[in-house]
């Protein structure tokens, strides 16, 4: 890590390395010259010259977002570093032209050219002792250069049209170069951190975070046992199913957006982890319960633990029971009214329907918050009470969505018993 001499250090340790190399090569009055002038800048008329120039810069997308190594603390808030990835264009220049093709002769622009790759190429790794090594003693002292990576010296590969718009670029001619990346450079920033006090106490009992070795328990699915009759009313018993459903307390509520608080359901003794078995409450429990969608919830809690656990709300549809005061009802002119009790109460702004021969008929508007009692006004020609089934219409009461249940279960008399549905006989009026 350093400020922004980094960048110069990247350069000198690079261009040291060349001049450390060429120096050692040939005799140091006819050593080339080493610089990192820009492409149109450099001259060769005087010696050969291997030029190394920095001609472009991007931005690290790897260390963008990552804070400072080391300086950002757990818990500290800092800028990020400003990583870069600088790219290098090195070309040679030599002053014996002839010498571009003769093997013989170790002063051509391709020689020097190859010579410089090979160095480059047998130093693809700058430690952080290699680039303060390099440094000035002034600059090594004041900005010593830190990294927690080591710096690569990769090529870059660049097409003939890359390299052509660089040296037009410059306006210059086009001489052969090839290109390096060298990544990764982290410069600092300013800025300081922040930096929290020390935590006291974590918690009211300074216990930390609780960890929990499984999963929040998950209701999966509500339904009622098999071999019953679809549906659930009041005084049924349901099946909750889902995962880990397991305490030492476990408390079912059950909740509805007409009611105050929730209703608690007691669990069944056959209750598992995996399935929990509740009968609802009787029918005359009317204050406590509304008929359409409820949703379910399991709380779970284990003794000598303070923590909650709360499972996933599961939708339940509860139907609701019907009692017609009337089984036959005489129309005046084409009106028939039904007087119909229901179980549970029926609050004012619930949508209720009742469906009789293809129709759906709203209630006579009833006075207070809820009703046990409707009163239905239904519109029916001689013609359509002509086509009544024996026995009468069937009546159904629609809450919020959830039809009343209109069937029983019979058992058959005969061997093989078994168990049919049926239309009740008792939720069916004769219209005359």
Request: hydrophobic share 40%.
């Given at each position: 890590?350093?400020?922004?001499?980094?960048?110069?250090?990247?350069?000198?340790?690079?261009?040291?390395?060349?001049?450390?190399?060429?120096?050692?090569?040939?005799?140091?009055?006819?050593?080339?010259?080493?610089?990192?002038?820009?492409?149109?800048?450099?001259?060769?008329?005087?010696?050969?010259?291997?030029?190394?120039?920095?001609?472009?810069?991007?931005?690290?997308?790897?260390?963008?977002?990552?804070?400072?190594?080391?300086?950002?603390?757990?818990?500290?808030?800092?800028?990020?570093?400003?990583?870069?990835?600088l790219y290098y264009l090195l070309t040679a220049y030599s002053t014996?032209?002839?010498?571009?093709?003769?093997?013989?002769?170790?002063?051509?622009?391709?020689?020097?050219?190859?010579?410089?790759?090979?160095?480059?190429?047998?130093?693809?790794?700058?430690?952080?002792?290699?680039?303060?090594?390099?440094?000035?003693?002034?600059?090594?002292?004041?900005?010593?250069?830190?990294?927690?990576?080591?710096?690569?010296?990769?090529?870059?590969?660049?097409?003939?049209?890359?390299?052509?718009?660089?040296?037009?670029?410059?306006?210059?001619?086009?001489?052969?170069?090839?290109?390096?990346?060298?990544?990764?450079?982290?410069?600092?920033?300013?800025?300081?951190?922040?930096?929290?006090?020390?935590?006291?106490?974590?918690?009211?009992?300074?216990?930390?975070?609780?960890?929990?070795?499984?999963?929040?328990?998950?209701?999966?699915?509500?339904?009622?046992?098999?071999?019953?009759?679809?549906?659930?009313?009041?005084?049924?018993?349901?099946?909750?199913?889902?995962?880990?459903?397991?305490?030492?307390?476990?408390?079912?509520?059950?909740?509805?957006?007409k009611l105050a608080a929730p209703a608690s359901l007691e669990l069944?003794?056959?209750?598992?982890?995996?399935?929990?078995?509740?009968?609802?409450?009787?029918?005359?429990?009317?204050?406590?319960?509304?008929?359409?969608?409820?949703?379910?919830?399991?709380?779970?809690?284990?003794?000598?633990?303070?923590?909650?656990?709360?499972?996933?709300?599961?939708?339940?549809?509860?139907?609701?029971?019907?009692?017609?005061?009337?089984?036959?009802?005489?129309?005046?002119?084409?009106?028939?009214?039904?007087?119909?009790?229901?179980?549970p109460d029926v609050y004012k702004d619930q949508q209720v329907l009742?469906?009789?021969?293809?129709?759906?008929?709203?209630?006579?508007?009833?006075?207070?918050?809820?009703?046990?009692?409707?009163?239905?006004?239904?519109?029916?020609?001689?013609?359509?009470?002509?086509?009544?089934?024996?026995?009468?219409?069937?009546?159904?009461?629609?809450?919020?969505?959830?039809?009343?249940?209109?069937?029983?279960?019979?058992?058959?008399?005969?061997?093989?018993?078994?168990?049919?549905?049926?239309?009740?006989?008792?939720?069916?009026?004769?219209?005359?």
């Open positions: 890590m350093s400020d922004a001499i980094a960048i110069s250090a990247i350069t000198r340790t690079l261009i040291k390395k060349l001049h450390a190399y060429f120096g050692h090569v040939f005799p140091d009055e006819t050593s080339p010259g080493i610089s990192a002038k820009p492409l149109d800048k450099v001259d060769a008329s005087e010696g050969d010259v291997i030029n190394l120039y920095l001609y472009h810069m991007t931005i690290n997308s790897s260390w963008r977002n990552m804070d400072t190594p080391w300086k950002v603390k757990p818990g500290e808030l800092g800028r990020p570093p400003l990583p870069l990835n014996e032209e002839a010498g571009e093709v003769l093997t013989g002769d170790l002063r051509g622009t391709h020689r020097l050219l190859g010579m410089a790759m090979s160095i480059l190429h047998d130093f693809p790794i700058l430690t952080a002792e290699d680039i303060n090594k390099e440094l000035d003693e002034a600059d090594s002292n004041a900005y010593r250069f830190v990294a927690p990576e080591k710096v690569r010296l990769t090529v870059h590969p660049l097409t003939l049209d890359d390299l052509s718009k660089i040296w037009t670029g410059f306006q210059a001619s086009y001489r052969l170069a090839v290109a390096y990346e060298v990544s990764v450079v982290l410069i600092e920033s300013q800025h300081p951190n922040a930096a929290a006090l020390p935590v006291l106490r974590r918690g009211s009992k300074d216990r930390g975070p609780r960890v929990v070795s499984n999963l929040f328990p998950t209701i999966t699915e509500i339904r009622r046992p098999a071999g019953t009759r679809f549906g659930i009313q009041l005084g049924d018993e349901i099946e909750i199913h889902g995962q880990r459903l397991s305490g030492d307390s476990l408390e079912i509520n059950v909740a509805h957006p069944d003794t056959e209750s598992t982890a995996q399935k929990l078995t509740v009968t609802l409450p009787p029918a005359d429990t009317n204050n406590e319960w509304a008929a359409g969608v409820n949703s379910v919830s399991v709380t779970i809690k284990n003794d000598g633990d303070d923590f909650v656990r709360t499972t996933n709300q599961m939708p339940l549809p509860l139907s609701s029971k019907l009692t017609i005061n009337e089984t036959q009802v005489t129309r005046v002119g084409d009106i028939a009214t039904i007087t119909i009790g229901c179980v009742l469906l009789l021969a293809s129709k759906e008929v709203p209630p006579t508007p009833f006075l207070g918050d809820s009703t046990s009692s409707l009163e239905f006004a239904i519109t029916l020609t001689d013609d359509e009470v002509d086509t009544m089934p024996a026995g009468g219409f069937v009546v159904r009461l629609r809450v919020d969505g959830v039809d009343s249940l209109p069937v029983i279960i019979e058992e058959t008399e005969t061997e093989p018993k078994q168990k049919l549905l049926k239309f009740d006989p008792n939720q069916k009026v004769i219209i005359i």
